[in-house]
């Protein structure tokens, strides 16, 4: 029926940080993986300070942020009514402090000032996209990078940072953004799924009015050669360790 709740069947029930956090998430569609996680865990919050996600879907990264650092509060936007819904009942479920704004990033509610910002933005933007619409929505831009990013930057205190995971190819056009609305001293971390493997994903992060020098830090090495993870990926995806 029209206006009716999709059947409990339409979601599955996931564990992230090995069990500290739960995650209810379609089936269907873009599903919380690695990103969200390793975004979360770059993130330089202290317990008490105001974060802002943009297009939160369901509330993977900033819970996985609030599991790590408790006592943080949370403000995120999501354009789709029924995600920014079931990340209120996530953020319900796992006890965060969140508001959660149904919203278009372009359009975006009166925001309070913040010590941090970030997102997992749509990050292509051209190519064939999914015929399933929030797997297109994840994955191919409807606003353009810059949108993005200066939705993040505008209520971001002075040195607060702003945070980004992209694919690799992506991260020039990213750094560019930042510059554009006043975030410097640049740090890029680079996501390897193995040894001798180009990055395929990278975290970019800047700070709003920050003049010191660029960084390439030392990055992440996500897979040993049988597959399984690495001890330093096992510490942040399943441990809550930070990074870098």
Same mark, same amino acid.
């Given at each position: 029926?029209?206006?009716?709740? /999709?059947?409990?069947?339409?979601?599955?029930? %996931?564990?992230?940080? =090995?069990?500290?956090?739960?995650?209810?998430?379609?089936?269907? +569609?873009?599903?919380?993986? @690695?990103?969200?996680?390793? #975004?979360? $865990?770059?993130?330089?919050?202290?317990? =008490?300070?105001?974060v802002l996600e943009a297009g939160c879907?369901?509330? $993977?990264?900033?819970?996985?942020?609030?599991?790590?650092?408790? +006592?943080? *509060?949370?403000?995120?936007?999501?354009? %789709?009514? !029924?995600?920014? *819904?079931?990340?209120?009942?996530?953020?319900?479920?796992?006890?965060?402090?969140?508001?959660?704004?149904?919203?278009?990033? &372009?359009?975006?509610?009166? #925001?309070?000032?913040?010590?941090?910002?970030?997102?997992?933005? /749509?990050?292509?933007?051209?190519?064939? /996209?999914?015929?399933? /619409?929030?797997?297109?929505?994840?994955?191919?831009? %409807?606003? *353009?990078?810059?949108?993005?990013? *200066?939705?993040l930057a505008r209520p971001l205190r002075?040195?607060?940072?702003?945070?980004?995971?992209?694919?690799? =190819?992506?991260?020039?056009?990213?750094?560019?953004?930042?510059?554009?609305?006043?975030?410097?001293?640049?740090?890029?971390?680079?996501?390897?799924?193995?040894?001798?493997?180009?990055?395929?994903r990278v975290l970019v992060q800047a &700070?709003?009015?920050?003049?010191?020098?660029? !960084?390439? @830090?030392?990055?992440?090495?996500?897979?040993?050669?049988?597959?399984?993870?690495?001890?330093?990926?096992?510490?942040?995806? &399943? =441990?809550?360790?930070?990074?870098?």
């Amino acid at each position: 029926m029209p206006g009716s709740e /999709p059947p409990a069947e339409a979601f599955t029930e %996931d564990a992230l940080l =090995g069990g500290r956090v739960r995650l209810t998430q379609p089936r269907e +569609g873009f599903r919380a993986a @690695l990103d969200p996680v390793l #975004l979360a $865990a770059f993130i330089p919050a202290r317990p =008490g300070e105001r974060v802002l996600e943009a297009g939160c879907g369901s509330g $993977a990264a900033f819970l996985c942020l609030a599991a790590r650092v408790p +006592g943080v *509060a949370v403000q995120a936007v999501e354009r %789709d009514a !029924e995600m920014a *819904a079931l990340a209120r009942r996530n953020a319900e479920a796992n006890g965060a402090a969140a508001m959660i704004h149904a919203a278009d990033i &372009r359009t975006p509610p009166a #925001l309070p000032r913040c010590d941090h910002a970030f997102a997992n933005p /749509p990050y292509w933007p051209g190519g064939t /996209p999914s015929p399933q /619409p929030r797997r297109r929505d994840a994955a191919h831009e %409807d606003a *353009a990078l810059e949108d993005w990013v *200066a939705m993040l930057a505008r209520p971001l205190r002075h040195l607060g940072t702003l945070t980004l995971v992209l694919p690799a =190819g992506r991260f020039a056009a990213a750094v560019a953004a930042m510059r554009g609305v006043g975030c410097g001293a640049v740090r890029l971390l680079p996501l390897w799924p193995r040894t001798g493997v180009a990055a395929k994903r990278v975290l970019v992060q800047a &700070r709003r009015g920050g003049r010191g020098a660029d !960084e390439v @830090l030392p990055g992440l090495v996500l897979h040993a050669a049988d597959g399984s993870f690495t001890p330093a990926a096992e510490a942040v995806l &399943r =441990g809550g360790a930070a990074l870098p």
